[in-house]
């Protein structure tokens, strides 16, 4: 055993996914913590010409488990052969489905405890503490790993648990996972793919989302909130209701059976607040809310309560903001 921290890497048509560039920042803080290297293991089209680079992500090394697209959870016995025998002290995973895949797998192969989803993590005296976002996020939970629990404890990281680090470090060593007998999971083939849709903006990592509920009406009602998002470089959003209706794909939803996001702004238009819609958006840095309702759940927590109509406020909003920044209309 030692102190390392391990992470998946994932990488998506050549590049690291961005899951694996906040994965690496958030292992070369915790390796710091406790005194241990962040160490990737990759897989994925593009895995080992680009494994180098995520030193400048965070890792010290990177092991290529793959290098083909494929069900991540068919590489948990190279995983665990990679990590079996000289065990680090934490391992993290992206709570997306195949971090969630492989992680799972792990514990079975290997009889680990895990930890997850998480929001937060840190080191402690040689032993990981996690919070937890728990009852429809009511309840924040503390967990810490026991002293005698076998190594690693995996970790599923929520998106924007870390931040991915910005430029420095130098390249990371790389070597290929040993060649393992892949079992049963190796099995796993991916019948059928739907790519997310390449004009929908990747809400999970937008700095800024306008995010619109039953309010909004209607498809068409959604366009206000489209040139708002546009003059600030962010992405829209919705609300299960709006996402329900037909008037945004699904791929928009913020919430609990939807998209967890953590933008520096959020601002939520015709959408009343509710618990299930607040989990996937209350880490927002800042939450702006518009409402007709002045007694909205959503002005409980907003930061800055609008109480009025969205689509007088929205426009005359975007207009503003171009007067500012010398946009023309
Ligand atoms: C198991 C489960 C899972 C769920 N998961 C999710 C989830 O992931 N995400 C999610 O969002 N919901 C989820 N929901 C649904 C959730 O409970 C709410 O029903 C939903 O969030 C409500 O959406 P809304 O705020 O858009 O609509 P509403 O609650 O109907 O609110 C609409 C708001 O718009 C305001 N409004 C209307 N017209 C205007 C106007 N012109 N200008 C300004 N304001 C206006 C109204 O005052 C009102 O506050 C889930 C529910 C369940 C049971």
């Not at 728990?134 to 967990?143: E, K």
């Not at 991915?164 to 083939?189: F, I, K």
């Amino acid at each position: 055993m030692n102190n390392d921290i391990c992470f998946l890497a994932e990488f998506d048509g050549g590049s690291p996914a961005r899951s694996a560039l906040e994965l690496a920042a958030g292992a070369a803080g915790l390796a710091a913590e406790s005194g241990g290297a962040a160490v990737g293991l990759a897989y994925g089209a593009g895995a080992a010409a680009g494994a180098a680079s995520l030193g400048a992500a965070g890792a010290a090394r990177v092991v290529v488990l793959s290098d083909t697209d494929g069900p991540a959870i068919s590489l948990a016995a190279a995983a665990a052969a990679t990590i079996g025998d000289d065990a680090p002290l934490a391992f993290l995973a992206p709570a997306t489905p195949n971090g969630r895949d492989l992680a799972a797998a792990l514990m079975g192969l290997l009889g680990l405890p895990a930890l997850g989803p998480v929001r937060a993590v840190r080191i402690e005296g040689g032993r990981v503490r996690a919070e937890q976002s728990t009852l429809q996020g009511t309840v924040i939970t503390v967990s810490e790993s026991m002293a005698d629990a076998p190594q690693p404890v995996i970790i599923l990281a929520l998106s924007g648990t870390f931040t991915p680090l910005e430029g420095g470090g130098g390249a990371a060593s790389v070597s290929t996972a040993p060649s393992s007998d892949a079992g049963a999971l190796g099995a796993a083939r991916i019948v059928e793919s739907h790519p997310a849709d390449a004009a929908v903006a990747n809400l999970e990592e937008a700095a800024v989302i306008i995010a619109g509920g039953r309010g909004v009406g209607s498809a068409a009602g959604f366009e206000p909130l489209n040139e708002l998002a546009a003059v600030l470089d962010g992405a829209v959003g919705a609300s299960r209701a709006a996402a329900d209706a037909g008037w945004v794909p699904y791929q928009l939803q913020i919430g609990q059976t939807g998209k967890v996001v953590k933008p520096a702004l959020y601002v939520g238009c015709g959408i009343s607040g509710a618990i299930q819609h607040r989990v996937g958006m209350q880490t927002a840095e800042n939450v702006v809310a518009i409402n007709k309702d002045p007694d909205a759940p959503i002005g409980e927590f907003a930061d800055l309560f609008v109480v009025g109509d969205l689509f007088a406020i929205v426009p005359e909003l975007t207009a503003e903001i171009r007067r500012r920044k010398g946009i023309p209309s």
